[in-house]
């Protein structure tokens, strides 16, 4: 019987490395059709959504059971908590993905990006992919120190984010206020997306030892 409680467990985190493959795939193509103003792809990221939407609930699901049929305690309390905290990061990442894709489609048949910030764009994207696949590792193996490199990673992308702001507000700026607007509203979406990745490691962190990533730090 416990043997297949613990199976459970392992499924839980199987679902929520799954979560991190299906929320890549989702920053992968709504960066692309961002920038390539593609409408084919920012359909199939805002439709896709429907897929992590239904893990998430899955997990919700399976939670809830385990903790009124088992009574979890100790170490397996935490592991359900975790989980339900990191399903619920994961499924915020998948609806942020969603937003820049939708983002894409409100200005399809133009694109949403200027020419001086396609780089900065998809360096963003790139860093919040890198930083997803990461929160998959760390998820999966529960590397501490893994964990707590996500925030490290977070820096790269704030001073993209910082850097898109001294564009917008440079006096050279002449593409005026809606695709302003698109990119302010996109750099928030790539730096929320970072910050829930950084929070899935902490969760993990804790996971495993029991201790926030703050009190690691201080007491090291």
Do not use: C
């Not at 792809?41 to 939407?53: C, G, Y």
């Not at 990119?183 to 902490?202: K, N, P, Q, S, W």
């Amino acid at each position: 019987m416990r043997d297949a409680y613990h199976e459970e467990l392992d499924a839980l985190s199987d679902k929520l490395v799954e979560m991190t493959r299906l929320v890549r795939s989702a920053m992968a193509r709504s960066v692309t059709a961002l920038l390539d103003a593609d409408l084919r792809l920012s359909e199939e990221v805002i439709s896709a959504d429907e897929q992590i939407n239904k893990i998430d609930t899955e997990i919700e699901e399976t939670v809830f059971d385990l903790m009124a049929r088992q009574q979890p305690v100790a170490g397996d309390l935490r592991t359900v908590i975790t989980t339900l905290r990191m399903s619920a990061d994961l499924e915020r990442m998948g609806d942020l993905a969603v937003h820049i894709a939708k983002t894409a489609r409100r200005r399809h048949p133009e694109t949403a990006v200027p020419p001086e910030l396609q780089s900065t764009v998809l360096e963003m994207g790139q860093i919040a992919e890198r930083m997803v696949a990461k929160a998959g590792s760390v998820i999966a193996s529960r590397d501490v120190e893994m964990g707590l490199e996500l925030d490290a990673d977070d820096d790269a992308m704030d001073r993209l984010h910082r850097k898109l702001f001294d564009i917008l507000l440079s006096p050279k700026w002449k593409h005026g206020v809606e695709p302003a607007i698109d990119i302010t509203l996109a750099g928030r979406y790539f730096e929320r997306f970072a910050d829930h990745a950084v929070t899935v490691g902490e969760h993990v962190v804790y996971l495993v030892t029991g201790q926030r990533p703050q009190e690691i730090i201080e007491n090291s």
